[in-house]
Each structure stands twice: as C-alpha cells, then as structure tokens.
C-alpha cells in the first residue's frame, strides 16, 4: 500500500497509464468507464466470467491511487452484522459491571456511556465512508451475486448516499464518497435498479495481444517462445465448446507453473500433465487429453511458425 | 474488443466541434440519440440523458472510441443491450445532423408504446366485450330454482373438466381450463437461508437484542432474545418442450407458467424445441395475452423437433450456473421424444440433477397405463429423476402441490422405473 494519496487522473490517457503502473493491462473501454466513474463519482459494475480480472482493477486503483482498499467479500446469508457494524457486547458487557463496581446507577448515563463509538465494531461498508489520510478509500463489493435481494436492497440505499444510520449513535455520513467497484459472477441476475446507479461493463477475455502484454508483466520471468504458445493455446481453448473456459488467471498460473517445471517450448506430454492448471472441470480434462490438445498444439505452433 | 467502428464521418462526426461539446447542440444530440435508443428497446430514463450529457462533457470528444464507450457506459446496462446499442451507435452517429431530422420527422411513429397501440387496443376493446357479455350472461334471469339446477351442473362440468385430457378438449373446455390454471397456486415447500430473525422460540441465542433488553434493566436480568433462520422458497426453473409432439400441453403449460411466475419471485422459465430460449421476462408481464404475444415473437420452433440433448446442453453451459443457485428445483417438462434419439442427452442430464436441489419431470405420456420407457430419449432421462408425474390434464398439475411440497430428500424415482422396465424386459 503506498502512503500519500494521489489526484484522480484528468483523461482517459491518464486513466489508462494509471492502471499500467500497477500492472493491469486494461484496453481502453474498461479505462474509459473507469474514467468516468472516478470523475462522475459513481460505482463501477463490472461483470464477466470468472478470472477475467475483475476484481483486480479494484486492487489497483487502490494502490495507484494510494487509497485503502476495503473489500466486502459476498455470500449467501450476509447481513448487517457482518457486512455494517456489529456491537462488541463482551466489552459493553464488562463496561456494566465495571460502572456497577464503581457504584454507578444511572441507566440513562450508562446507556449513554455504552453505545458509543468505542464499543462499535466497523464492519467494511462503515469503515468505506471513512477517509484515511484525507482519501477516501476503494471499496471493493466482489461477487455480489452471492448475496441474497434483501441485502442488494440495503446496499442500494447505501450506495445512493453514502450515509449509514446506527440507531444508537445516529446516521454516520461520508465526507467523501468512496470509490466503489461492484463485481458480479452472474451467477443471479443483479436487479436492475441497482445496476441503474452504477456505470456498467462486461469484462471480457483479452485478446491475444493484451494477453501477451499481461503475461509479461505478470510473469515476466518466462521465454517468450513459451507465453506465445501458451497465449496461442489458451486462445485456441476459449473458441471451443467447454464447460469453463480458462480465464486470465488461469493462463497467468499455466505460465508460472511451466516456468518453475523449466519448461521452453510446449509439448503434447508437458500439456496434458497440466491440464488441471487451466481446466477445473473433469469432462472438459477429458475431452482435452491427448489428441485434441496434440492437435490444438500442433496448429499453435505451426501459427507461430507461419508469423516467424 | 473494440467495436469495428467507421472513421468519423467528417463534419457529421461528434467532433464537428472542434473537441469541444459545444453547448446545447450537442446535448440535444445525446437526447435524440437517447430517444433513439429508447425506441430500439433499451430501458433509457431522463436520469440516464442527464448522465450522459455530464459524462460526454467529462470524457471530452478528442476520439471517436472513448466517445463510444463514454455512452455505452451509461446507457448499458446488460450484456446482451451491448448488440442493441452497438447498432443504433453505428447508425446515429455518421451523420447525426441528417438523422436528427428524421428523427423529428419520425418521433411520433417510432416511439414504441404508439407502435402497439393498434394491436393492444384491438385486445383491450374485445375484452371489455367479452367482459359486458360475460356480465349480462351472470345476471339472474330466472328463479332461485333454475339457478340451483344451473349451479350443480357447473359442478360436475368443473369434475369432468378436471380429469380431461388437454388434448381431447373442445376450444370452450380449453378457454376454461386456462382460467383454471390461472387461479392455480402452487405451494413450494420452503428451505433453511443462512439468514436469521428474531424468534421467540429459536434456537440460536440472538445476542444484539439479548443485550438491549438486558439494558432496560439495568443490566441485573439477563434475559436471552432468540433468533432462528428465516426459510424461504427456492428458486423454481422451468424447462418446458414446445415441439410438435408436445403442442397441446405445451400452450396449456405456458399459461400455467404464467400463473406460477406472477405467484412467487424467483421462476425461471425456458422453453426448448430446436434451441433454447429464456421467457423469464416476457412471462412477468401481468397481462397473459400480452405475455404470450412476446413470447410467441421471440420464441422461433414453435412445433418443430426436438433436440433435448442440444438444447439441456446450452442450458447447463449458459443458464445453469446463473439460475440454479441457491438450491433450485428443476420441472422438466417434455414428452422425452428426441429427434436426436437421445444422443449425449443422458450426460446433460446428469449435470443438470447434479446442479440442482430437486429435479422432477412432467410427462404427459405417463397418462397411459401401460407406459414403458421404451425411446432412447426417455431411457436417457429417467435415471437422473427425482420425480416422475404425468401432465395432462388439471388434476394432474394439481398434483404437482405434492411433489413440490416434498424436498426433504431426493427419491430418484426414475431409477426405479427403469430397473423395473429392465427386470420385465429379462423375463
């Protein structure tokens, strides 16, 4: 996390550089929502299957922003308790006996005394409406499919003022509001009034070019003869007809375990020895091992050939 | 990956102006362009113009592909709006001076809710006549005994009615047994969320409230608040064969997923013959008739083959994993008749009961007495089946109410079916 917290950027250039610095190769109609949503103030709803990347933009606007990154991990059942606040009742708990040793009889006076600030326990959507060194943080709403309507009507009302309300204490505003990033696996339509508050994108796979350019940032240790076929192949794998497709950072993972094996060059055995790496359903393994990947292989590397 | 966009078009391009938005001008342009939208089917509201003029003015105009993407961040607001709008972009923009005319000039016929005003008004005029009809027919014309007599045949009518077969019904039986349907509700048995509320007899100590009525004493009486987990109905998906062979019940079907979409939240529903096809949305439109207009616009086999294999196959590759989350039951409904004969059906079809809480099959051959799962497609189906009914006629979607009320265990019953049919087959 870097320290002193860093001016939003002034164009989609600027946007584009800024995510490059911290090595997220974005094409240029991620960074142009991105843009905007960081000038209009408004929550970036990215979509996409999974491994695409998507909860890595919210990592690095953070850091190259200097921002603190709050993330609020969704699932099914998440409620206030977990996702706002929550009271910390041993310590309120002691906080009596201790006034009652004291000889303290006041209920109101205790009451008071014991919900306030101190006892609170912040939970990530409260902890996002404070600024941190005068910044205002990220806050990184990951796979918000996972939760349940009851809570996507909550965040709802959040989201559009950016102003919590604790009974006890009163209603807790932001004096900034946060930069929020909502990703979804689309694993649940997400209803529309919420996506209607956010800027919408679908985060696709990269084509091979950019996937080239993410592998050697991200791994860039590896022989380029190896991440061309290894693009090539990964490449060749999304246009057939798989369960799950491998994602970016199956490749990135692909790319790092066949450097640490010394791998130079792809071949047929290496490949299906590690298929798991990139495939994680047991009939599409099956329907790739042996000749299928030879074959997706040979063309690979006569393609290379071909280009020189 | 961009989209494949012309070079702007020289001085009709959004940068006529020079980088600059240019005041008014532009922003009327953004409208009718919004309008445009509108008017090709994308959900665009006055906020949304508003946002977009802001975010133009924001991102600048120096290229034509952030100028793209600046609107299409606005004004998409799904994946599948992006073709939509990718074509009315393409279209409105290389010359938007020219269309801004036309547009002008065509505003009043393009809008879409004067498009079909003909056809819905044609609709609402022959309901209010049937209705008036329908009120002079209910009048009491004769004496309270003619009505007794009247009453008692409409009740063994409606017995007759509930054990006919859809297929051997007249077009009146059929109108009637629609609004029967209609009126249908079915009761799908609730499960455990891992969510919770209050609740005096739970069995989980609720500490939060514990502790505030605990304060109202002061602290001396502790008295445990309790909380248990709410339960809820799970998601219902509906898979619905519309071929040839299953044309009567089909339409008889798509009513009563009409029915069942406007009772509960959380029902999907597709219906397959050649290919797949989502009618969620269309089947959420209060108005039967209308619904059904939509879907018989969208949907393109109606009555034709049947490829269950093909077509459970893009269900579990694109639907699955976005509809039946959070323990969903799954109603197949399909005579088992396959075109393909079955061919890599019996794969599909694991995965889908493997995905799913609950999977029952609605057959409407199972009306027959002596059913024996004799084509390949029934054979391929029935071992991944927790449940076996037959559909058609109203007492057998009466029936349903049972199967649905019962998730407690899966029973695969189709399994059992099948051994049976084997075992015969032996002897």
Redesign the interface.
């Known amino acids: 996390m870097s320290d002193a917290p860093r001016a939003l950027p002034e ?2 250039d600027a946007t584009v550089e800024l995510l490059s610095q911290g090595d997220y190769v974005a ?3 991620l960074a ?2 991105a ?3 960081l ?2 103030g408004r929550p970036i709803f990215l ?1 996409g299957e999974a491994g695409v990347g998507k909860t890595e933009i919210a990592k690095v606007l953070a850091h190259s922003l200097g921002r603190k990154l709050v993330r609020l991990q969704c ?3 998440l ?1 206030t ?1 977990s996702a706002v606040y ?2 910390n ?1 041993a310590r ?2 002691l906080e ?2 201790l006034a ?1 040793a004291a000889g303290e ?1 006041d ?1 109101e006076k ?2 008071r005394g ?1 919900f306030t600030e101190e006892f609170l326990i912040r939970r990530p959507l409260l902890q996002a409406l404070e600024s941190h060194n005068g910044a205002a943080p990220v806050l990184l709403i990951d796979e918000l ?1 996972r939760t ?3 809570f996507e009507a909550y965040l709802l009302e959040v989201l559009s003022d950016y102003q919590i309300t604790i009974p006890e204490i009163g209603t807790i505003k932001a004096a900034e509001p946060p930069i929020v990033v909502i990703t979804s ?5 997400i209803h ?1 009034a919420l ?2 508050r956010c ?4 985060v ?1 796979y990269p ?1 091979a070019e950019r996937e080239l350019e993410i592998l050697a940032r991200k791994a860039p240790g590896a022989p380029e003869r190896l991440t061309r076929e290894i693009v090539g192949f990964i490449q060749a794998l999304r246009k057939m ?1 798989l ?1 799950k497709v491998p994602g970016v950072a199956e490749t990135i993972d692909w790319t790092k375990a066949l450097s640490e094996l010394d791998v130079i060059a792809l071949d047929p055995e290496t490949v299906n020895n590690t298929l798991g790496v990139i495939l994680k359903y047991q ?1 599409d393994i099956a329907k790739m091992q042996g000749s299928e990947a030879a074959r997706i292989l040979r063309q690979v590397q006569a393609e290379a050939a071909a280009l020189g | 990956m961009s989209p494949d966009m012309p070079p702007a078009a020289g001085a009709g391009g959004p940068e006529r102006d020079g980088g600059s938005t240019g005041g008014g001008r532009f922003a009327e342009n953004i409208m009718y362009f919004a309008r445009a939208l509108r008017a090709a089917g994308l959900p665009v509201g006055p906020g949304q113009m508003l946002d977009a003029i802001r975010a133009v003015e924001i991102a600048g105009l120096r290229r034509r592909d952030d100028f793209y993407w600046t609107l299409h961040a606005i004004f998409v607001k799904r994946r599948d709006q992006k073709e939509l709008f990718d074509q009315a972009f393409q279209i409105f923009w290389r010359n938007p001076e020219l269309l801004e005319k036309m547009m002008s000039l065509l505003m009043p016929v393009v809008h879409p809710d004067i498009e079909e005003t003909p056809a819905e008004k044609k609709k609402a005029m022959r309901r209010v006549a049937e209705a008036l009809a329908r009120a002079q027919e209910d009048q009491p014309v004769g004496e309270k005994k003619e009505l007794e007599v009247d009453m008692s045949l409409t009740v063994s009518d409606e017995e007759r009615l509930q054990a006919k077969d859809f297929e051997d019904m007249t077009a009146e039986e059929l109108e009637r047994a629609r609004k029967a349907i209609q009126r249908m509700r079915l009761p799908l048995a609730d499960i455990k969320t891992r969510r919770f509320a209050p609740q005096a007899h739970g069995r989980r100590v609720d500490m939060r409230r514990s502790f505030r009525s605990t304060l109202k004493s002061g602290g001396d009486i502790v008295k445990l608040e309790h909380r248990a987990r709410v339960r809820r109905h799970p998601p219902l998906v509906i898979l619905c064969d519309i071929s040839g062979s299953m044309e009567r019940y089909s339409r008889m079907m798509l009513h009563f997923m009409h029915a069942v979409t406007n009772d509960r939240d959380r029902v999907h529903s597709f219906v397959f013959g050649t290919r797949l096809t989502n009618i969620s949305r269309h089947l959420r439109h209060r108005d039967i008739d209308l619904a059904l207009e939509r879907i018989g616009d969208q949907v393109q086999d109606w009555s034709g083959g049947t490829r269950i294999g093909a077509t459970l196959a893009e269900f579990n590759q694109y639907w699955s994993r976005r509809v039946l989350g959070q323990g969903a039951v799954v109603l197949l409904i399909t005579d088992g008749l396959d075109r393909d004969a079955g061919e890599g059906l019996e794969k599909e079809m694991e995965r889908l009961h493997k995905s799913c809480r609950r999977l029952i099959w609605l057959n409407p051959l199972l009306r027959y007495d002596g059913f024996k799962p004799r084509a390949r497609g029934i054979r391929a189906i029935l071992p991944h089946v927790d449940e076996f009914l037959p559909v058609h006629n109203l007492q057998s979607l009466g029936d349903l109410t049972a199967a649905l009320s019962d998730l407690g265990r899966r029973r695969n019953a189709g399994a059992g079916i099948m051994a049976e049919a084997e075992a015969e087959a032996q002897t």
Not at chain 1, 185 to 189: A, S
Not at chain 1, 199 to 202: G, N
């Open positions: 164009t989609i094409d240029r109609s142009t929502v843009f905007l949503s000038r209009m979509e699932y099914e059942g409620d308790a929550e009271w009742y309120q708990m009596i006996r009652e009889t209920r205790l009451a014991i499919d349940d309507e009851p696996n689309r694993t649940r339509e529309d996506k209607r800027l919408y994108h679908w696709d084509s007809d369960f009939d």
